[in-house]
């Protein structure tokens, strides 16, 4: 089970995962600052976005690991930058430094800070899903268009079994 938490979002507005009550959401973890793996696997959380933007039992949460370079302006600059849209969409920022690394491992995620890792901070690419009592259901490599049709599909399988 996912732990509660409390971040900011892109528009300075507090996030808890305790305010979903009732809704599923897909997470992953980025910074707006990576130069390998992130802009693919943002470019397939806009894919998400786009097909269930108009479903409200799905959020989206996205997780800034870069608690010194992406500020709330910065998340915010790069949500337009990307081409998001969708209100239920939310790129967080952790209230203490390791807060977001801490919580990585919740959601089967790895975030290392690596001198030597392009961006300083070696992580995971996935995508994942959790359900309405914040129990993971499903995953996917979201650097894989493949494997993101499948997981989109699992996310059907999942808003309709309400």
């Not at 491992?105 to 309405?132: K, R």
Request: proline fraction near 4%.
């Amino acid at each position: 089970e996912i732990p509660d938490f409390e971040m900011l979002d892109q528009d300075s507005l507090t996030f808890r995962l305790s305010s979903l009550k009732g809704k599923a959401h897909v997470a992953t973890f980025f910074f707006t600052s990576c130069p390998t793996i992130c802009p693919k696997v943002m470019r397939n959380i806009l894919r998400v976005s786009e097909r269930f933007a108009n479903n409200e039992d799905l959020e989206i949460i996205c997780f800034s690991l870069d608690y010194k370079r992406d500020s709330i302006p910065r998340l915010k600059d790069y949500y337009a930058k990307v081409g998001f849209a969708n209100p239920r969409l939310h790129l967080l920022r952790g209230s203490a430094p390791d807060q977001v690394k801490n919580l990585a491992a919740s959601y089967m995620s790895s975030a290392v800070e690596d001198d030597t890792a392009p961006g300083g901070i070696n992580h995971s690419g996935w995508i994942l899903l959790a359900d309405d009592k914040r129990h993971l259901r499903s995953y996917a490599l979201g650097t894989d268009d493949k494997d993101m049709d499948r997981f989109m599909k699992d996310i059907d399988l999942l808003l309709h079994e309400k």
